[in-house]
T-cell receptor, first 115, second 113 residues
Framework: NAGVTQTPKFQVLKTGQSMTLQCAQD?????MSWYRQDPGMGLRLIHY???????DQGEVPNGYNVSRSTTEDFPLRLLSAAPSQTSVYFC??????????????FGAGSRLTVL | GNSVTQMEGPVTLSEEAFLTINCTYT??????LFWYVQYPGEGLQLLLK?????DKGSNKGFEATYRKETTSFHLEKGSVQVSDSAVYFC????????????FGAGTQVVVTP
């Protein structure tokens, strides 16, 4: 199993450019999410999805868009990149579980630098 | 709101030393608690979890006990190895939260030979 696959691993953008971070999982997980990791701040939730066609905002959604057209894919779009979006981005997925004990499977991360 | 506080790093230890990383949380009700580990250049992976008070999670020689009375979930290992060098994250998740995790800031652990 590939698990959670993120592309690209590294990306450099100029302020104002747009791009999409790709995330795909092959475990048939209902739940998918995007986090950003910044030094001293842990991981913060950007957007999440509980199934195809359903998305919602997390803690830090501004500047990011998502969609979920299939169970497998959950792309993260930056419409107009800003230096504040320089970060490491992680996609994660888990099976459906309302108990709160979901174990997330993380991708390897995408390091984004905005100049 | 919910929050997780863990000790700042880096924590530098010699091989075979005892490791403790403190984690305390603020949340209503009975959250599930987790420790995730991030090895250099990799994504996070689950180390252990506990879902109710007094539960003890354990894995790879690491242990943590869910203490409701002190709202804590401290991570311990009796004898660390160089391969335990990583960043450790404490996290919580509430019931009906659809798996949304609230993370602590992370603690970097460096184990020297």
């Amino acid at each position: 199993n590939a698990g959670v696959t993120q592309t690209p691993k590294f990306q450099v953008l100029k302020t104002g450019q747009s791009m999409t971070l790709q995330c795909a999982q092959d475990m048939n997980h209902e739940y998918m999410s995007w986090y950003r990791q910044d030094p001293g701040m842990g991981l913060r939730l950007i957007h999440y999805s509980v199934g195809a066609g359903i998305t919602d905002q997390g803690e830090v959604p501004n500047g990011y868009n998502v969609s979920r057209s299939t169970t497998e894919d959950f792309p993260l779009r930056l419409l107009s990149a800003a230096p504040s979006q320089t970060s490491v981005y992680f996609c994660a997925s888990s099976p459906f579980d309302l108990s709160g004990a979901n174990v997330l499977t993380f991708g390897a991360g995408s390091r984004l630098t905005v100049l | 709101g919910n929050s997780v506080t863990q000790m700042e790093g880096p924590v530098t230890l010699s091989e075979e030393a005892f490791l403790t990383i403190n984690c305390t949380y603020t949340a209503t009700g009975y959250p599930s608690l987790f420790w995730y580990v991030q090895y250099p250049g990799e994504g996070l992976q689950l180390l252990l979890k506990a879902t109710k008070a007094d539960d003890k999670g354990s894995n790879k020689g690491f242990e943590a006990t869910y203490r409701k009375e002190t709202t804590s979930f401290h991570l311990e290992k009796g004898s660390v190895q160089v391969s335990d060098s990583a960043v450790y994250f404490c996290a919580l998740s509430k019931t009906d939260s659809w798996g949304k995790l609230q993370f602590g800031a992370g603690t970097q652990v460096v184990v020297t030979p």
